[in-house]
């Protein structure tokens, strides 16, 4: 306390402005002890939120531009596979337009084989009717040659002889010789 008592006269003594050192250093060491105990109060637990909160925040930078980039690869990615099935569709619609020419080729082959069968058949088949028909015919003119021959001579004609006689005569066309028709 006797310092203090020193210093009060001193300063009451002084005219004007004067500096008390002593009064310096309280306050100097005031504001200390108020910065070391704001320090550890306020300042830290600030510091330590403001760290963490950088911190998570660096973490969601870098997750965004991770996300960022699996997602360019992602697209990537699905254009390759859409550029694959494209390939892909486009080579079964080929393959699928192959073998429908192949089919359409193959049918139209046996279309024309079978009508060529169809044709060779239906021509045979009207010979033989011709054939058949013409035969029928020869033997009708064969039996009314007979007849007519045998009303003229006046007895019946239908010996075995005279039939080949009749139809060879209609083989040959039935043309005498000598004579044209």
Request: charged share 25%; glycine share 4%.
């Amino acid at each position: 306390m006797h310092l203090l008592a020193e210093v009060a006269p001193a300063a009451a003594s002084a005219p004007g402005l004067s500096i008390n050192f002593f009064w310096i250093i309280v306050a100097g060491l005031n504001f200390a002890f108020f910065l070391a105990v704001i320090w550890i109060v306020a300042f830290k637990p600030i510091a330590n939120m403001l760290a963490a909160r950088v911190t998570k925040i660096e973490q969601g930078l870098a997750d965004a531009a991770q996300a960022q980039r699996e997602r360019d690869s992602a697209a990537a990615e699905r254009a390759q596979v859409i550029a694959e099935a494209r390939r892909e569709s486009q080579a079964l619609i080929v393959a699928a337009q192959k073998s429908a020419q192949e089919l359409r080729v193959a049918d139209i082959a046996a279309t024309r084989e079978e009508l060529s069968r169809l044709r060779e058949k239906a021509t045979a088949d009207i010979t033989a009717e011709r054939d058949r028909a013409l035969a029928d015919l020869r033997a009708q003119v064969a039996d009314l040659a007979l007849t007519a021959a045998g009303k003229l001579v006046g007895e019946e004609m239908n010996d075995a002889r005279q039939r080949r006689l009749v139809e060879g005569y209609l083989a040959q066309g039935g043309t005498e010789p000598g004579r044209k028709n």
